[in-house]
């Protein structure tokens, strides 16, 4: 049986969160709308029409859902900073309420001596900038640089860790490629346009950090699956060579100064050289203290000429008889293993946290328990993986579980529950979890 001692006693563990998906008073104390306001709103897109307005409440409960991850035993708790809320249009004014929320969150956190790991974008784009073309135009690179310019000199202070993106990939092919995130739209257009244009904010988001913040420990975070080949067929080989190109290279190499992975598809060196928004190759890298990793699943993949461009086929964990969590996910320890060592590869890359993981189950509360078996297995067959990995060398220093509580879910909405502790958006009481439980033993062994 693994213990958190064997990690080291430097070693950090913590919770993320994101402010969309938790704070809720969306339309309140000055905050301009979201993306995900709006397209939360359109009929079809989210779950059951479930919608962001109140979400978890955290907005005005902040101060006891903060106690909570101390009293799980947690000593990093990871949360973003809602763009719209301290600017409402996205840039221009600055809106005082919103600027004085994020340091009340902070203070208490320091207060109940929990380390504040904030994240600067995780998804929430101010609607207004959408209306201007959002992350397809040149010019939200300009007020993204006023957000985080602005978010350094009011808390870098007191915040001394930080991470300028969450999953650059997840947003620009979600909500920008195929269209089922928000803001919805669709086509390789979009989506080129918008990865260039993010790429270029990861980078600049760090530049700005580090001549703003004084010792500041500044990093960024992917979204990562192992890609597995459904057969050594030559066919399914190159189908999950493009695939890894996509899901696992393509933010990360120009960071590193190693320019989009055209050489691998032949899709990304037709946009590279057609594409005019495919420049700036120096302005896309920069040397961060830290890559976070964020990883649920791997992909098994099978060629597939009716799919266009990728011509992949994800074959489904069920269908293969795989374990799976409750989103279809499957479970696969080994290969979150191999995804670490992936990246731990790259020679400019020296530190990695693992920035989020966790499952989602089908939770019920009897006599005001939840018995999350699975949700304990599940996360003590990750944590030996991840020891597996950091006792072979690699150097990984923390570890931050998705996530404190039941939340909105993206198109999921409330249906799916990743928390440690149980949320009832009704009531918002908050019930801990038998995981929760979990951790709290075994963070105190």
Not at 72 to 99: A, H, Q, Y
Not at 131 to 157: I, M, P
Not at 297 to 321: D, G, H, M
């Amino acid at each position: 049986m693994i213990k958190a001692s064997d990690f080291g006693n430097d070693f950090l563990w913590g919770v993320a969160t994101a402010a969309a998906q938790i704070e809720g008073a969306a339309e309140s104390y000055g905050k301009g709308l979201s993306i995900w306001d709006t397209f939360s709103r359109r009929s079809g897109k989210i779950k059951k029409g479930h919608q962001l307005t109140t979400a978890c409440d955290f907005y005005h409960s902040y101060k006891d859902d903060i106690a909570l991850v101390k009293l799980l035993g947690f000593k990093v708790f990871r949360f973003s900073i809602s763009w719209p809320r301290i600017l409402p249009t996205g840039k221009g004014k600055v809106n005082k309420d919103g600027i004085l929320f994020y340091h009340q969150v902070i203070d208490e956190c320091l207060a109940q001596e929990i380390v504040p790991y904030v994240t600067l974008y995780h998804w929430d784009l101010p609607d207004a900038l959408e209306d201007e073309g959002g992350w397809t135009a040149f010019s939200v690179n300009h007020s993204f640089n006023q957000f985080v310019r602005l978010c350094a000199k009011e808390y870098g202070d007191k915040v001394k860790n930080w991470i300028v993106l969450n999953e650059p990939f997840g947003f620009t092919s979600l909500g920008y490629m195929l269209g089922v995130h928000a803001p919805g739209k669709t086509g390789l257009t979009n989506f080129f346009s918008a990865v260039h244009h993010t790429a270029i904010a990861q980078a600049d988001g760090g530049r700005i950090l580090r001549a703003e913040v004084k010792d500041a420990n500044i990093g960024t975070s992917f979204s990562c699956s192992e890609i597995i080949p459904y057969t050594e067929r030559e066919s399914d080989l190159l189908a999950a060579k493009r695939v890894d190109c996509l899901m696992n290279r393509l933010f990360v190499e120009p960071l590193l100064g190693m320019g989009y992975p055209t050489a691998d598809w032949e899709v990304l060196e037709k946009f590279s050289i057609q594409h005019s928004t495919w420049r700036h190759t120096e302005r896309l890298t920069f040397d961060f203290d830290f890559i976070g990793i964020q990883n649920y699943f791997p992909l098994t993949i099978k060629y597939n000429t009716f799919v266009p461009v990728v011509q992949a086929w994800e074959v489904k964990a069920k269908s293969r008889k795989r374990p799976h969590t409750a989103m279809g996910w499957e479970i696969n320890p080994n290969s979150f293993y191999n995804i670490i060592k992936q990246f731990s590869a790259y020679p400019g890359i020296r530190n990695i946290m693992i920035t989020e993981n966790g499952a989602a189950y089908h939770d019920k509360v009897i006599n005001q328990k939840i018995n999350d078996q699975e949700r304990i297995d599940y996360f003590q067959q990750y944590l030996a993986a991840v020891l597996k990995a950091k006792q072979e060398g690699l150097n990984i220093t923390g570890y931050m579980a998705w996530t404190l509580m039941d939340n909105f879910e993206w198109a999921e909405g409330f249906n799916a529950r990743f928390g440690l502790v149980y949320n009832d958006f009704k009531t918002q009481q908050r019930i801990i979890k038998n995981s929760g439980l979990w951790f709290k033993d075994f963070l105190s062994r």
